[in-house]
């Protein structure tokens, strides 16, 4: 009965996993590159963010809620 179970999980993994591709196909080349685009700057916003959590020096905190303040802005204009 076990293995009944672990088949049709396989099976809906396969299925799921194949989703992402087909959807791949069907953005075009902009969409891709504005996706990454984005990627990019959430990555960096979450970064810049926990700079931030530790940063000491008032001066470098500025200068990074600055810079956290400007990937926002990115981020807002990208939608």
Not at 29 to 38: A, P, Y
Not at 49 to 76: I, K, V
Request: charged share 25%; proline share 3%; aromatic share 2%.
């Amino acid at each position: 009965m076990a293995r009944g179970w672990e088949s049709k999980s396989v099976e809906e993994q396969q299925a799921a996993a194949s989703t992402p591709i087909e959807l791949k196909q069907q953005l075009t080349r902009e969409q891709l590159d504005q996706k990454r685009q984005r990627d990019a700057l959430l990555l960096s916003r979450k970064h810049i963010s926990q700079q931030l959590e530790a940063a000491q020096n008032p001066h470098h905190r500025q200068m990074l809620a600055m810079a956290l303040a400007a990937l926002d802005e990115q981020l807002a204009r990208l939608g």
